[in-house]
């Protein structure tokens, strides 16, 4: 989608704006004033029109507050979408919508037969508004079962927040924020959307590392709040969103504040069709409007979760090219199959109509409902063959330790971390636990400057030596000096502790005479099982006998030794219900290993 928001700068601005005003349950209402400002948020006009229509503060309450009560009515007639089986695995793909709460329940409840429902709702919050909207706007989307997608917006300036000119304000935002969070609520926080976009130069587009300081400044006030009102820092996942397109020198990746302060990266793509104009418009699919820019986000940012903030979709072909129903199909069907895609917040709304887009003189249309309140069924038939959309309660353990889990700092420079919500169906993360040896002094890496542990590189016999004895006895653990009772292990580093192996009996070698050890050797899997078990229970211990729990485990004296490492929880095998006894054992998976045979702290 080459310049969407520079050909279209005031696209989505009166419903950012009256979504932020209104905390999002009030979007319904104001939606219909149909006044689009140009390249900003015309502030002080909607907080005017916001008060005149509430005609006060008290009256706003009144009305929030009975718009949760009329959800709870609706919920209690209709009842509640169920909450539906789904695979416990980090894979699954968040739904979400920008959208009224009846509208967005109706479209909960067309989703039943496709045996699916919303995870998400998307809303704008202000940190400048009074802080008593802060809560009224989570509370009614989370009572709704889902959590809330807070875009958080400021009519300040990066630099004013930079330079610590706005702390009071965001810390009384953060405040009512952490009151909100203290009873097991979380939300995801997506701090100036967009930020690299120039329809933003009134308040928070500016020079990328102005943006860094701000949203660095903001986490830091918030996660101060949050412990100071016994908030987990877990109750907030920090999204960097900005938007794909960019005019050149705001590519998002000047922006982005770093891996130690961001748990989620988005982007931004709409499909404005033909509403540009019959021969301006352009029918930007999936491969132009979104995938270029979640192809840069991945190596922006390894390892983490990929979101989208905003998407949608017009039904207004473009120079007679254009089908809403295949768009929407391939947008959420593509998207469940992009490696590392966790998240997409629809724009299910209908905003004004805009001098840039003459037209849709009726209004912009994203919504997946039709005119008849159905739903389109590209994005019906998406739903119901695609198992990667499922539902995760608000409170459930999913969402608590998967999707607001947090990523590893990084240790060794070839050890990439993973946010547990970035992990694929099988894949492991070998991090944590290479984290853990290193922590419990076992191991300090395989070179240095920079320090790196070769995760890939296989085990030989004379480093099994060294972790065994460190992972049994501690890292204070030296073994007595070597006498060379193996004729080709020479008198080096590795000596006494290839000879304390074979003085506690784990080891006879590999061959008796010539009385030799092969230190050079790869340690297999099947020999690695005999070594863990012997090393964990002592020389004379004798597994009990096997049962053939594995496909390519042989019988041989080596079978039992691996289906009790196998019963012990050591291992799972290789997958497939095999085992991989001849492969050799890596050092990342060594570190499995032993972390999981000696309890190692993890």
Known sequence: MVGELTRYPSLRSSV???????????????????????????????????????KTFRAQQRFCAGSVLVAGLVMAIVGFVPILAHRAEASEVLLGLYSDIIVHHDIDVQLIPAGKRTNVTGIYLIMDDPIQNVPFALIDVWANGRVPYV??????????????????????????????????????????????GRWHQDTYYGPPATFVAAFRRIRQIFEQELTSQGA????????????????????????????????????TGFNFGG????????????????????????????????????????????????????????LFTRLASYPRFRGVVYFNLMTGPASTLPSCPQGVDYRLTRLDGT???????????????????????????????????????????FHPFALEDGEVDFSSWIHALSAAGVTAGCATAPLRYCPNLGVTRAQMAIFLLKAKHGSN?????????????????????????????????????????????????????????????????????????????????????????????????????????????TRGQMAVFLVKAFNLPH
């Open 16 to 54: 950012k704006e009256i979504h932020s005003k209104i905390g999002g349950c009030w979007m319904r209402n104001y939606a219909s004033q149909k006044t689009m400002r140009p390249k900003r948020l015309d502030l002080p006009s909607a907080v005017g029109r916001y008060c005149r229509a509430m």
């Open 151 to 196: 875009n958080l917006m400021t009519t300040s300036t990066t630099a004013a927040i930079a330079n610590g000119s706005r702390d009071a304000a965001i810390r009384n935002f953060a405040h009512y924020f952490a009151l909100w969070a203290a009873t097991g609520r979380r939300a995801f926080l997506a701090t100036f959307p967009e930020m690299n």
């Open 232 to 267: 987990p820092l877990s109750a907030v996942s920090w999204v960097f969103a900005p938007n794909g397109w960019s005019e050149p020198g705001d590519e998002f990746e000047h922006y982005y504040p770093g891996t130690d302060v961001v748990d989620i990266v988005s982007t």
């Open 275 to 330: 509403c540009p104009g019959p021969t301006a418009g352009v029918w930007d699919t999936f491969d132009t409007a979104l995938r270029p820019y979640l192809d840069r986000l991945g190596p922006m940012a390894p390892g983490k979760p990929l979101f989208i903030t905003e998407t949608g979709t017009v039904d207004v072909p473009a120079q007679g090219v254009g089908d809403k129903n295949q768009w929407l199909q391939e």
């Open 375 to 417: 739903l389109w069924p590209g994005f019906f038939n998406a739903m119901a063959t695609l198992p990667q959309y499922a539902y995760w309660a608000p409170d459930s353990p999913q969402m608590a330790n998967i999707v607001f889990g947090r990523q590893p700092t990084q240790i060794f420079a070839d050890v990439l971390t």
């Open 477 to 585: 653990f030296v073994p007595p000096p070597a006498t060379g009772i193996f004729d080709d292990v020479p008198a080096d580093s590795t000596a006494k502790w290839i000879e304390g192996l074979a003085a506690e009996g784990i080891t006879g070698g590999c061959s008796l005479n010539p009385p030799l050890y092969c230190p050079a050797n790869s340690v297999t899997r099947k020999q690695m099982a005999m070594f863990l078990l012997k090393a964990k229970h002592g020389s004379s211990y004798q597994p009990p006998p096997a049962t053939g729990i594995f496909n390519d485990v042989a019988a041989d004296n080596f079978r039992p030794w691996i289906e009790q490492l196998a019963a012990e929880g050591i291992t799972g095998g290789c997958g497939g219900g095999n085992f991989c006894p001849e492969n050799p054992v």
